[in-house]
T-cell receptor, first 111, second 110 residues
Framework: KAGVTQTPRYLIKTRGQQVTLSCSPI?????VSWYQQTPGQGLQFLFE???????NKGNFPGRFSGRQFSNSRSEMNVSTLELGDSALYLC??????????FGPGTRLTVT | GIQVEQSPPDLILQEGANSTLRCNFS?????LQWFHQNPWGQLINLFY???GTKQNGRLSATTVATERYSLLYISSSQTTDSGVYFC????????????FGGGTRVLVKP
């Protein structure tokens, strides 16, 4: 089985712009979660989607949003980028309530 | 509040040494996983272990859910074991939301 894939792998954006990141889960997995990793805050949960519905949301501002499509692929969007949004964004997929598998991540730099 | 704490934060080992990493969590869990983060940032699954003991080669893990801790053992360490090890848990009714510990940074010297 192919693993979790994320695109793009690297991204450089300017403050005020918006960005969309994509995640394709392992075939058959219906849960997709997103995490942000920064040196200062560690790994933090952004949100989880299951069968196209947001099931859980972390403590992030409304500039961070996401969605899931009928094929379980997910996108997350960050609007009005700030310098502090520079981070590694990781996506994880799982069958429900079981082991989670992570993609390689998207490294976002905001200048 | 809900917390996951890992110790020690940093560990320096000589190649061939054994070590134990600890993860304490503040509430009952439905899921506990150990990960190794490679230099490129990807989280590699080591163990899915909400309770009990598992072994995989030189690595083994034990979770004592009733006492709210998990241990990761590395035996006969190799330089390729270097990196950051994370413990992550799903608490109670949190769906699939993983709460991560702060990690243990391991450096294995030749």
């Amino acid at each position: 089985k192919a693993g979790v894939t994320q695109t793009p792998r690297y991204l450089i954006k300017t403050r005020g712009q918006q960005v969309t990141l994509s995640c394709s889960p392992i075939s058959g997995h219906r849960s997709v979660s997103w995490y942000q990793q920064t040196p200062g805050q560690g790994l933090q949960f952004l949100f989880e989607y299951f069968s196209e519905t947001q099931r859980n949301k972390g403590n992030f501002p409304g500039r961070f949003s996401g969605r899931q499509f009928s094929n379980s692929r997910s996108e997350m969007n960050v609007s009005t980028l700030e310098l502090g949004d520079s981070a590694l964004y990781l996506c994880a997929s799982s069958q429900d309530h079981y082991e989670q598998y992570f993609g390689p991540g998207t490294r976002l730099t905001v200048t | 509040g809900i917390q996951v704490e890992q110790s020690p934060p940093d560990l320096i080992l000589q190649e061939g040494a054994n070590s134990t990493l600890r993860c304490n969590f503040s509430d009952s869990v439905n899921n506990l996983q150990w990960f190794h983060q490679n230099p490129w940032g990807q989280l590699i699954n080591l163990f899915y272990i909400p309770s009990g003991t598992k072994q995989n080669g030189r690595l083994s893990a034990t979770t004592v859910a009733t006492e709210r801790y998990s241990l990761l053992y590395i035996s006969s360490s190799q330089t390729t074991d270097s990196g950051v090890y994370f413990c992550a848990v799903v608490f109670g009714a949190a769906g699939n939301k993983l709460t991560f510990g702060g990690g243990t940074r391991v450096l294995v010297k030749p």
